[in-house]
């Protein structure tokens, strides 16, 4: 078992950054790949980005390329989205997910059935 909880969430301008954080406890945390995906209301969780266990590979969905970087921390049990250039679509409820069943970039872990653990979220509210 893993528990996630992310944090950074919070309201910013259009142009604007946020860094994201999930910290995770339980187990070896470097067991797992990561991943964020994002929720907005009325639509379905999608995939934002995902991090291999070592964290040498990391795989972005489109909207998220050249503006959204994944890291890790294994030895601090963290994993982050930096966010840069923020527009009001990326408004949406983001979440950390922890997977054992791929590792990137060999699969990219763009399911959501590909997870077995997720966080709470964090809600990120970007104003035009």
């Known amino acids: 078992q893993v528990q996630l909880v992310e944090s950074g969430g919070g309201l910013v301008q259009a142009g604007g950054s946020l860094r994201l954080s999930c910290a995770a406890s339980g187990r070896t945390f470097s067991n797992y790949a990561m991943g964020w995906f994002r929720q907005a209301p009325g639509k379905e969780r999608e995939f934002v980005a995902s991090i291999s266990r070592s964290g040498a590979s990391a795989y972005y969905a489109d909207s998220a390329k050249s503006r959204f970087t994944i890291s890790r921390d294994n030895a601090k049990n963290t994993v982050s989205l930096q966010m840069n250039s923020l527009k009001p679509e990326d408004t949406a409820v983001y979440y950390c997910?922890?997977?054992?069943?791929?590792?990137?970039?060999?699969?990219?872990?763009?399911?959501?059935?590909?997870?077995?653990?997720w966080g709470q979220g964090t809600q990120v509210t970007v104003s035009s």
């Open positions: 997910a922890a997977s054992t069943k791929f590792d990137v970039p060999y699969r990219v872990g763009a399911r959501s059935y590909e997870y077995d653990f």
